[in-house]
């Protein structure tokens, strides 16, 4: 608890408090680290159940506990009869360890903490992007128990039933929403139950945004009078529209992978994990991956998968890994001195990602998130969350959202509003400067895309990242209108009482040359990249799995992650990871497709207006 102590100190939670308040929280967390042990004990039971199994031959060999990674663990292991070794980068994400209280992983509104930190991230950049003003983009990715779902915003929102349609289209066969919907159902446990779109049994927790705050009221009224619709579910029936969005929250905790799959299957004797383990190479036989080597407290080790090798790194370190074993463009990999085992010329092409900016209005009442960063009431959320997992700890605000269509023609919604009563600053590393509340914008089908190349042969090293944003004009387009749709939300009566001048762009930023000029300033990733192991036929030359995830052109070794997604989905990334390993796991185990025939899809009565 002392390290704890530090900690709380160091980020600047007690420095002006008084020796008493110390003694208090002190206590408080006492107590709770208390129940947290209790909780936890079978938990560390199992991890030295599972860590006396020293086979160095498994039927399938995971690489990635993330959010496709823990899914896969828990699902293989259904089978008695098969035996999986999982692998992370990264450390465990436990609630209490041996030396660090890592409640900021499981506390939702710090997400701040860990986004910008590199203790549980992979904390990569993209080179200098020539259209937005050289700047060189961070983007934070996990690297623990959860992956990404261990530190993202817990925004769960699956796209639009289109976009499953057009990923079969473009050659991923049986992936049509029909096919996908049913594991979107299987994954999930939505507190408000069960109908024909949500899942009422799963093991992924997701609630609904429910906060009294003024200002998202205020954010779905405004919504309503500029012309759009309300929607009650924008992952159901109608996403088109404005509404309270789902969360990977439960009972006040980040609702994580790791929380939801791997936890519970920890006990059983078939599932052996490693951490802080670098997978290094993928071993072949020829063309038949056998295994894989890594790098453990500077030890060098292989193991041997008696099925498949399967990698669910995600969407930079699967392509990453398939190209440090050989398995990408010949060229590019002669040139390393790599030794091809196959020609694969898309592995770490087609690389996608989200773009989102900004939109900041000064607010004129105390209503926003800004004095809950002072460090007096940071200690009383806190405590709150520590001992009753309630209050304002227990969300990261983003709680409404919608989603429209930028222009007429657009067949299903294209560009994504999520809603904060708060400023972000340089991605949350600043605090907010004043009352403020802001929306979170971007386009959510570019056509701008990039790549990804080895940089050497040390697994060590990062890659070469180039997302190539903004180097098409309907792109930059897009997002002006962006700009000027949610500066019209702002400017409607329900934010009469709270609107202050706005900060971002500024009222002085109008003419379109403006406001391209803003966006190249300040749009900022999503966090949200893929498509870099496209999913299609094998007679695609750029597709790099067929559709029963399988790498095409080599044995046994499958990719299983948001790297396979054939085009990005409209709306954030999580979800559709989290199905695509639900779906991947049927495929594996040679079971039919789940399906559901004729769903019904909300469709705009007409597509000659926007709203």
Not at 251 to 271: F, I, V
Not at 475 to 481: I, L
Not at 533 to 540: A, E, F, R, T, Y
Not at 553 to 558: T, Y
Request: with cysteine; aromatic share 10%.
């Amino acid at each position: 608890m002392a390290c704890l102590i530090k900690r709380i100190q160091k980020c600047g939670f007690i420095s002006q408090v008084h020796r008493v308040g110390r003694l208090l929280i002190k206590t408080h967390i006492l107590k709770c680290s208390k129940a947290f042990s209790e909780r936890s004990l079978n938990t560390t039971r199992e991890f030295s159940q599972v860590s006396s199994q020293t086979t160095d031959s498994f039927t399938y060999i995971i690489v990635g506990a993330g959010s496709a990674g823990c899914v896969l663990a828990n699902r293989l292991t259904e089978d008695p009869h098969s035996t999986v070794k999982l692998l992370e980068a990264g450390p465990k994400d436990t609630v209490l360890d041996s030396k660090r209280f890592s409640w900021k992983i499981h506390m939702p509104a710090a997400l701040t903490y860990n986004l910008c930190d590199d203790k549980y991230n992979w904390y990569y950049h993209t080179t200098p992007q020539r259209h937005m003003d050289n700047r060189i983009m961070y983007w934070p990715r996990g690297r623990v128990w959860g992956g990404s779902s261990s530190l993202n915003a817990m925004v769960y929102i699956r796209g639009h039933a289109e976009d499953y349609n057009r990923w079969s289209k473009e050659g991923a066969a049986g992936w049509d929403y029909e096919y996908c919907l049913p594991y979107f159902k299987k994954a999930q446990a939505h507190e408000l139950g069960a109908d024909l779109y949500r899942g009422g049994n799963g093991p992924l927790h997701v609630s609904r945004g429910k906060t009294n705050n003024p200002l998202h009221h205020a954010f779905l009224d405004a919504a309503q009078q500029a012309g759009y619709p309300f929607t009650d579910d924008m992952n159901g029936f109608q996403q088109e529209g404005f509404g309270w969005m789902d969360m990977t929250v439960h009972k006040g905790q980040r609702w994580s992978t790791a929380s939801a799959y791997l936890r519970p299957a920890l006990s059983r004797p078939n599932l052996s994990t490693e951490v802080s383990t670098l997978v290094t190479k993928i071993l072949f036989e020829g063309t038949k991956a056998t295994g894989i080597e890594y790098v453990k407290n500077g030890e060098k080790k292989k193991v041997f998968a008696s099925k498949e090798v399967i990698l669910s790194g995600g969407a930079i370190n699967s392509p990453q890994l398939l190209l440090l074993s050989g398995v990408g463009n010949a060229d590019d990999l002669k040139k390393l001195g790599i030794p091809v085992v196959c020609n694969l010329s898309g592995v770490g092409q087609n690389l996608q990602d989200h773009l989102e900016v900004y939109i900041q209005q000064k607010c004129t009442q105390p209503v926003t998130l800004y004095k809950s960063q002072k460090p007096l009431k940071m200690i009383k959320i806190g405590l709150e969350w520590f001992w009753k997992f309630t209050g304002e700890g227990a969300s990261a605000h983003l709680e409404t959202g919608g989603f429209i269509r930028s222009r007429p023609g657009v067949s299903h919604p294209d560009i994504q509003f999520h809603f904060l009563p708060s400023q972000v600053i340089d991605h949350g590393r600043i605090p907010s400067q004043l009352e403020a509340y802001q929306v979170h914008i971007g386009p959510m089908r570019s056509t701008s895309i990039g790549w990804l190349k080895l940089k050497s042969t040390d697994p060590m090293e990062h890659p070469i990242l180039e997302p190539n944003y903004l180097s098409a004009e309907m792109d930059v387009w897009e997002f002006r209108q962006c700009v000027k749709l949610a500066r019209e939300i702002f400017a409607q009566k329900a934010f009469d009482k709270f609107r202050g001048p706005e900060i971002q762009p500024g009222s002085h930023v109008q003419s379109d040359g403006e406001i391209d000029d803003f966006i190249r300033r300040q749009a900022d990733s999503a966090y949200h990249p893929s498509c870099t192991c496209k999913m299609g036929h094998s007679s695609d030359s750029t597709a790099v799995v067929d559709p029963q995830t399988k790498v095409i052109g080599v044995e046994n070794l499958r990719v299983v992650d948001a790297s396979i997604m054939p085009s990005m989905v409209s709306g954030n990334l999580n979800a559709p990871t989290i199905m695509i390993a639900e779906k991947a796991a049927d495929i594996i185990k040679g079971l039919p497709s789940l399906q559901e025939k004729n769903v019904p899809v909300y469709k705009p009565k007409t597509l000659e207006t926007q709203r």
